[in-house]
């Protein structure tokens, strides 16, 4: 496996999302889709070389984004839950400084120029 300059994981659900945070951040993470729903063992299957750092999970507020976020808390207890505001739904139909401000609260660095 190449090797990882990244300090944090971000769990999405698309690629979606994925992007729309790629917008935003200003410091490295890796960004890891689950691409929809995911059993246990999967998500320890793509989590697992990347374990060993700081995992947040970054979901929908749906109820899809709810049954991985329950998979999550078993599966790594320590994972640090990010949420969106229900009315925006996806984290992909949130407004990018309401995003920004979410990963600031949560010590990820983002761009200045999206934070109200």
């Known amino acids: 496996m190449a090797k990882v300059f990244s300090e944090k994981v971000i769990l999405v659900e698309g690629r979606s999302d994925k992007l729309r945070l790629l917008t935003i951040l200003e410091e490295a993470a ?3 889709c689950t691409n ?3 059993s246990n063992v999967k998500l320890e299957e793509i989590l697992s070389p990347l374990e060993e750092l700081p995992i947040y999970a970054f979901l929908d507020s ?3 984004g709810e049954q991985i976020r329950s998979i999550v808390r078993k ?3 320590e994972a640090i839950h990010l949420y969106t505001n229900p009315v925006y739904g996806e984290v992909a139909n949130t407004p990018l400084d309401v995003l920004a401000s979410i990963l600031q609260r ?3 660095k983002v761009k200045k120029e999206f934070l109200a």
Do not use: F, H, Q, R
């Open 30 to 32: 890796e960004i890891v």
């Open 36 to 38: 929809g729903t995911i």
């Open 62 to 64: 749906d109820k899809s």
């Open 75 to 77: 599966v790594y207890p």
């Open 106 to 108: 949560a010590k990820i």
